[in-house]
């Protein structure tokens, strides 16, 4: 059974920014990682993601500019960069693992998943 934990949350002023990371129990090797997050009452939607090799990824509309992701497989553990973080970033941010290589926005192709990490951006 593969266990992703995610850290790195916490409570931020708007305009700050927080490094996100994602660990697995497992390996990352060859396949694909994304990060979602999720507000209160509302479904969970795509954030970020990367591809098995690093070479692709892909963001979420509300996000791109402004946060970034990588991995490093010797590390077992995919990062999210977040920057100019704003109040509507605010949410639960959960980190998760596909069984293919190649990275996708939909909820549903992926797999595993971490528990979640709160973060919240005051105004």
């Known amino acids: 059974q593969v266990h992703l934990v995610e850290s790195g949350g916490g409570l931020v002023q708007a305009g700050d920014s927080l490094r996100l990371s994602c660990a697995t129990s497992?390996?990352?090797?060859?396949?694909?990682v994304g990060w979602f997050r999720q507000h209160p009452g509302k479904e969970r939607d795509f954030v970020a993601g990367?591809?098995?090799?690093?070479?692709?990824?892909l963001f979420g509309d509300s996000v791109k500019g402004r946060f970034t992701i990588s991995r490093d497989d010797a590390e077992n553990t995919v990062y999210l960069q977040m920057n100019n973080l704003k109040p509507e970033d605010t949410a639960t941010y959960y980190c998760?693992?596909?069984?293919?290589?190649?990275?996708?926005?939909?909820?549903?192709?992926?797999?595993?998943w971490g528990q979640g990490t709160q973060v919240t951006v005051s105004s």
């Open positions: 998760a693992q596909r069984t293919g290589r190649y990275v996708v926005d939909i909820i549903d192709l992926y797999t595993y």
């Open positions: 497992g390996s990352f090797s060859n396949f694909a």
């Open positions: 990367i591809s098995w090799s690093g070479e692709r990824t």
